[in-house]
């Protein structure tokens, strides 16, 4: 199963070291395969260094694609986590 | 792998012929990272040092997060967490690793190669935040470079044959080591025509071009080199056609110098049979054989300093007996002008605090104008116990040959007296105590700061010989840093105000019946040697390999068309014509 939906950046600082980190941390019981793509770049969702290099800021828009056995749960659980802001949300 | 484009780069030609080879980054102390060619089957054995260093550099995070769970921060605590996931992360596992086999290079540079990336992304971004972001990943490969055992750092006497050197900056110390069968080139970011190491270069006929973008060749695929030193080329991965085209011009100009080779036994003397005298100048004394080889009629400047320069501690008395004393002997009777240490200004090394001689420089500490600050004959006059060592090491070897003495950076008469003073006390106390030396040591001066050039007849009178030392005369004399890409356009060897000078030098040494040498670069420039010659020059030191070249040129002219020459370029008086008239004058 693939899934592809669009999610915005909504933490105040943009996808930084510590919202990367969680992202791969979140990903990594999940078994599908994950991609990012901002600015016609699309990148492993599992590499922090390579979701650091998208420099996405704050109100970005992402386009995730999940792929696998996995992929409504990892989507359901990767959206919400861009939305509580990876719990940086004051 | 596709083959790479070729890519031309023009910088600022400083030591002429043509380089092939492959790239070898020199590093500079600031950004120790070497570039080294893997072969192919210890890539492996390289993959293996990464795996390693990843490893306990994650031992390293672990321990320090335990440390941190403990009694640190939790924001600390969280930092060496993402460091660690940072770790796992495949651009730092396996990327790394398909780097490192898809490119043949060690780990080090790949992995400069990737901050560079991410600084380079990361600095177009106007947020400062964003540009901090880069941190973490420095951060992390900073503590896996650690990790990596240290490779030596390379010599420069000891690269592999046919290396293009790209490095920052040369210093004179590491030129002189460099060896011309395994240099093909250098570029380097920084540096000017008639900076020492670019002397050095041209000396050892090390093709060179220096203001080049060299942080550029980091993010280039670089395979092959060829250095154009006479055109301030340099082309990346050239094709095939350009290849042959350059190894054609190579081989020419290999040929041209057989040539002149051939001619070099013959006599310095002019077509109506002038007699010009042709002597060598020398860094390392080991040399000595091959400059006899190449012609000269002995060493007409030793620029002893490199004794200290290269072994970064200054010899003994006894140390430099031994060296004078051998050179002398091998010279068999032909002189040997010892210019006793001109250190100081460009020419220091780094030396640790704890190093013996470093207190030399930290009483001197950083000067704002080294140029003009306490170098050569003022540094050694500071520091009588380095000038007396020296001069006892020079005195004692005067028994085995022809040895003269020459004071750099003479600016008045009473540095000449102190140095005599000294030398008369040395010859009495050996006298004293029955130690052989030479019935006569002629001191010379070597006239390079204006004030010498303008008190010359003074000098003559008591110096034994003058040797005017063009190189630094001229930027001096025009106040233009000879190493300073700004001001290269303002030096002129032939400003009409240098002409005058030597004319000048010249005149005062005739007066007093004193011998004058020549030994800046321009004695080896086939356009100059004419006028020099014209000016009243009869005595030339050049480096040795220019010694075919300098005697070929002589052999053309007479010394009648010579000062017609010299005559008529005395009435230009702006340096432009004066250039302009030299080039149409002197094609021969």
Redesign the interface.
């Known amino acids: 199963m693939k899934l592809v939906h669009k999610v915005k950046v909504k933490n105040s600082?943009?996808l930084?070291?510590?919202p990367a980190?969680a992202i791969?941390?979140l990903l990594q019981p999940k078994k599908s395969t994950v991609f990012f793509t901002y600015k016609d770049e699309t990148i492993?969702a599992?590499?922090?260094?390579?979701i650091?290099?998208l420099?996405a800021?704050k109100n970005s828009l992402i386009t995730i694609t999940v792929e696998g056995d996995d992929a409504q749960p990892t989507m359901d659980h990767l959206i919400k986590a861009f939305d509580e802001e990876f719990g940086e949300k004051k | 792998m596709s083959r790479a484009e070729e890519v031309i780069l023009r910088g600022l030609p400083i030591s002429k012929g043509i380089g092939i080879g492959c790239p070898i980054f020199f590093s500079n102390w600031e950004e120790d990272v070497p570039v080294v060619q893997i072969p192919e089957i210890e890539i492996d054995r390289e993959i293996d040092r990464y795996r390693k260093a990843l490893h306990s550099s994650r031992e390293d995070l672990e321990r320090l997060r335990k440390i941190s769970l403990r009694d640190g921060s939790p924001e600390i605590t969280q930092i060496l967490g993402t460091h660690l996931e940072m770790m796992q992360d495949p651009m730092l596992t396996t990327a790394i690793e398909d780097r490192i086999r898809g490119s043949s290079r060690n780990t080090e540079s790949v992995f400069f190669h990737l901050i560079e990336e991410y600084k380079i992304r990361f600095s177009t971004l106007t947020d400062i935040y964003f540009q901090e972001r880069v941190r973490d990943i420095i951060d992390v490969s900073r503590r896996i470079l650690n990790h990596l055992c240290p490779l030596q750092r390379l010599k420069m006497s000891e690269i592999p044959n046919n290396s293009v050197i790209l490095t920052h900056e040369l210093v004179p110390s590491e030129t002189v080591e460099a060896n011309a069968s395994l240099v093909s080139a250098f570029v380097t970011a920084a540096g000017g025509l008639t900076s020492h190491a670019a002397i050095i270069a041209r000396a050892k006929g090390i093709p060179y071009v220096a203001n080049v973008d060299i942080k550029a060749f980091k993010r280039l695929d670089l395979h092959s080199l060829i250095v154009d030193g006479s055109q301030g080329l340099v082309i990346v991965n050239p094709s095939r056609k350009t290849l042959k085209k350059y190894q054609a011009i190579k081989r020419g100009h290999q040929e041209s110098y057989k040539m002149l080779k051939s001619s070099m036994h013959l006599k310095g003397e002019t077509v109506d049979g002038y007699e010009v005298r042709i002597f060598a100048n020398l860094e390392n004394p080991k040399e000595v054989d091959s400059v006899l080889k190449n012609g000269a009629l002995g060493i007409g400047l030793f620029r002893s300093e490199y004794l200290f320069l290269s072994r970064k501690e200054f010899p003994s008395e006894e140390e430099q007996f031994q060296i004078y004393k051998k050179m002398a002997r091998t010279l068999r009777g032909r002189p040997l002008v010892v210019r006793i240490f001109d250190i100081g200004g460009e020419k220091k090394v780094d030396l640790a605090p704890e190093h013996k001689d470093a207190r030399y420089f930290a009483q001197i500490g950083h000067e704002i104008n080294p140029a003009l600050g306490c170098r050569a004959i003022r540094f050694l006059l500071r520091y009588p116990e380095l000038l007396e060592t020296q001069l006892r090491a020079i005195i004692r070897a005067s028994a085995f040959g022809e040895i003269h003495i020459l004071i750099p950076m003479v600016s008045d008469l009473s540095e000449l007296r102190q140095v005599r003073a000294i030398v008369n006390k040395l010859c009495a106390e050996f006298k004293a105590a029955n130690v052989k030396f030479a019935n006569t040591i002629p001191i010379g001066c070597m006239i390079e700061v204006p004030s010498s050039a303008i008190m010359c007849d003074a000098l003559a009178q008591e110096a034994d010989f003058l040797s005017i030392g063009t190189n630094d005369l001229v930027q001096y004399v025009l106040a233009a840093d000879r190493s300073n890409p700004h001001t290269v356009d303002l030096y002129f060897s032939t400003h009409p105000s240098i002409l005058r000078l030597i004319r000048m030098v010249v005149a005062s040494a005739n007066c007093a019946r004193k011998p004058v040498i020549l030994c800046g670069e321009c004695a080896a420039d086939p356009t100059l040697i004419p006028l020099l010659l014209g000016l009243g020059i009869r005595e030339f030191s050049v480096a040795a390999r220019h010694i075919p070249l300098v005697k070929h040129t002589i052999r053309k002219w007479r010394i009648l068309e010579a000062c017609r020459l010299a005559e008529g370029a005395l009435e230009h008086t702006a340096a432009q014509e004066l250039k302009q008239y030299l080039a149409e004058e002197t094609v021969r």
């Open positions: 600082l943009g930084h070291t510590r980190a791969v941390k492993n599992r590499s922090i260094m390579s650091l290099m420099a800021k």
